[in-house]
């Protein structure tokens, strides 16, 4: 079933919408979602991931191997792309040198034999909403780089697409403008409640700016969610990992099970011991005796003493790094744990390749491979005073701790409690 969206009035749906190239590559992978109307959806991942390839089916520039796509209640697998009621923005701004601002806003309303007078009107009208109605006679090679992707947004808009695509248009701006822009994108889509279809690898800016997130990784979708349930709740080692700045810390653990009721995440030199009224959220761990899995904890969740008596557990470790950033510091501490490495790890990508042939029925199961790296990162207040050597307590918030299985593809438990 597809992904529902949350705003009712689908205005987008994708139905197990896959691309397979003639040499046998399949970039997307049977893709379920839906975009209500007015919904700004971002679609994240890595480089190889299917974003763009996701957004070029909808924007017709694909064909669609196999699947359907529907913009509102129409198929759209077989409309060309000019009557798809689509209007889509570049990484490149991609503008015509030739033509003044004035005339690149109002060409695709030329192309559409629209009269002069009202190409003129909606070409003041998109350009006093972009803040570039003072540009209008000037020239491309005039404007900023944050100008020239305004420019390309009202070529876009100014048919008044059913569906804004967006194809990581802020890439080749600095960091600065890039922030800046992302806001104003943000509070454009809002105030003309336009649906958005956004393509980014940029983590920040899919948190940042969307209703929902989609999250790719070979081709494959792993989590729909809105920003905060992806953080809060990733439903695999993947999204657990990407998704947040440092990222979710991550270790194999083997979990025992005791007589009175505890569960313990054995780390190797060290225990998480999780109390019978914290499991309620996770009855498959009692279960598991023995079984390996992959922990992972927030650097928001680790402090450096408790600060409440209630779910909190303990860990001792060294002090391996600590990263100044004025607001807050990055402190890395050696627990002698075994680190899991999602970079260096085949369990997700084994995933991958299970998910597509469980269709078949050959699933094998994936084995993780570890990093060998037993550092926590803990995020905290800018002046801790510790120095590389210096041995700390930890103290972990077990409302945070979650649980995956070792290959990488959903959650073994949900977080232990939600966090509140």
């Known amino acids: 079933m597809p992904q529902q969206s949350r705003n009712g009035g689908v205005a987008l749906g994708l139905h197990n919408v896959t691309k397979v190239y003639p040499d046998g590559t399949c970039a997307v992978d049977r893709l379920n979602l839906e975009v209500a109307r007015g919904e700004l959806v971002v679609l994240v991942g890595p480089s190889g991931s299917g974003k763009t390839t996701a957004l070029r089916m909808i924007a017709g520039l694909e064909e669609i191997t196999y699947g359907d796509m529907r913009i509102g209640h129409r198929l759209a697998n077989d409309i060309p792309p000019h009557d798809r009621s689509v209007g889509m923005v570049f990484q490149s701004s991609a503008l015509y040198p030739h033509m003044t601002v004035g005339e690149n806003l109002g060409f695709p309303l030329h192309l559409a034999r629209v009269p002069h007078d009202t190409i003129a009107e909606r070409v003041g009208e998109v350009a006093e909403m972009l803040r570039i109605h003072g540009h209008l006679d000037r020239y491309p090679r005039h404007l900023s780089g944050g100008e020239r992707q305004r420019v390309a947004m009202g070529r876009a808009l100014i048919r008044e697409p059913a569906v804004f695509l967006l194809d990581e248009p802020l890439s080749n701006l600095d960091a600065g403008l890039r922030t800046a822009m992302r ?26 700016m969307a209703d929902r997130v989609a999250v790719l990784r070979a081709g494959v979708l792993q ?48 225990q998480l011991s999780l109390a019978d009224d914290l499991l309620h959220h996770a009855a498959p761990l009692r279960g598991a005796e023995g079984k390996t899995v992959i922990v992972g904890l927030r650097p928001e969740g680790v402090w450096l003493e408790a600060r409440r008596q209630q779910n909190v557990g303990r860990l001792q ?104």
């Open 183 to 208: 806001t104003e994108i943000t509070s454009l889509q809002r105030r003309i409640g336009v649906t958005t279809v956004y393509v980014t690898h940029d983590q920040a800016e899919a948190l940042t």
């Open 317 to 420: 470790g060294r002090v391996t790094g600590v990263e100044f950033h004025g607001h807050e510091s990055l402190l890395h501490i050696d627990i002698g744990a075994r680190g899991f490495d999602i970079s260096s790890s085949r369990a997700v990508t084994e995933a991958v390749d299970e998910a597509r042939s469980d269709r078949n029925g050959h699933a094998s199961p994936a084995r993780p491979r570890s990093a060998g790296n037993g550092e926590i990162v803990a995020r905290l207040p800018p002046t801790t005073g510790l120095r590389p050597g210096m041995h700390v307590p930890l103290a972990i918030d077990l409302r945070r701790v979650h649980v995956f299985d070792t290959d990488g593809r959903r959650r073994f438990s949900a977080q232990v409690i939600p966090v509140g």
């Open 223 to 270: 989590q729909v969610g809105t920003p905060q349930e992806l953080f809060d709740r990733p439903e695999t080692v993947f999204v657990a990992a990407f998704v947040g700045t440092p990222s979710m810390n991550l270790f194999e653990a083997v979990v025992r099970n005791h007589r009175d009721g505890r569960v313990e995440l054995d780390l190797g030199p060290q």
